[in-house]
């Protein structure tokens, strides 16, 4: 008995530790985003591309992941519970975005932007080693989006460039938080974790439709900068094929 005891006990560490590992290499990459903005903020062009190629990725790793779990599944309702919940909560999320103004309302956007990709990461994770893998990645090309562009308009709103990685730093705790939040999903009933995962499918595809895709489409339409989408998209495909 205390033997299997003690390997309930390791399992459980492992199914904790990683997804906190990964939520915690995505925070560095985050403040990497920030530090670059910091130096040298990336012209339009670029921008786009860098959005194009994360929208591509997150794109790629909600269909290849996460979507044909839920196919197999054969439970319904469970999906549509689940999605109308993810709905909610994104729609929710660009209410807040329009009604609130100023730099801290900015900052509550990200924080929540920032845990649910956290919890996100941990879902990953809770539906198998190689999904939370290349859901880490997917979620890193955006959040390194996320500290180029949250810390430029910081800095100008707080009117410190020091004071806008700061915040920036704080609020990337929230990674690990989101991702402890999710992680234990993995020893619920399968209902439950089919339900929470049509809720990150949905928040993911929210993602790449209305929030990098818009963005990206703001700045230069040149071919080059389009096809950064499906370089991304594949870059990602082709990595679920050598993991294997």
């Not at 709905?87 to 920032?114: F, S």
Request: hydrophobic share 60%; net charge negative; glycine share 12%.
């Amino acid at each position: 008995m205390r033997c299997a005891d003690n390997v309930a006990i390791s399992a459980w560490n492992t199914r904790m530790t990683v997804p906190l590992l990964f939520s915690l290499l995505a925070a560095a990459v985050t403040l990497a985003g920030s530090a670059i903005a910091l130096v040298r903020r990336p012209g339009p062009a670029l921008s786009a591309a860098i959005q194009h190629f994360a929208a591509g990725v997150v794109f790629a790793a909600a269909a290849g992941e996460i979507l044909p779990d839920l196919k197999h599944e054969g439970a319904a309702w469970p999906v549509a519970i689940g999605g109308a919940v993810g709905v909610g909560a994104m729609l929710g999320v660009k209410e807040m975005g329009e009604r609130w103004t100023g730099p801290w309302g900015l900052v509550t956007i990200v924080a929540v932007d920032i845990l649910i990709d956290g919890l996100l990461l941990g879902l990953g994770f809770a539906n198998g080693a190689r999904a939370g893998l290349l859901l880490a990645i997917a979620l890193s090309f955006e959040l390194l989006f996320l500290g180029l562009s949250v810390t430029s308009e910081l800095a100008e709103a707080l009117e410190s460039r020091g004071r806008a990685f700061l915040v920036v730093g704080a609020l990337v705790l929230l990674l690990p938080v989101g991702a402890a939040l999710g992680a234990p999903a993995a020893a619920l009933p399968p209902v439950l974790l089919t339900g929470l995962l049509a809720f990150g499918l949905v928040a993911l595809l929210y993602l790449v439709t209305e929030e990098l895709l818009v963005e990206a489409h703001g700045g230069p339409e040149a071919p080059w900068v389009t096809a950064m989408f499906f370089a991304g998209f594949l870059l990602l495909l082709l990595l679920e094929e050598g993991i294997g």
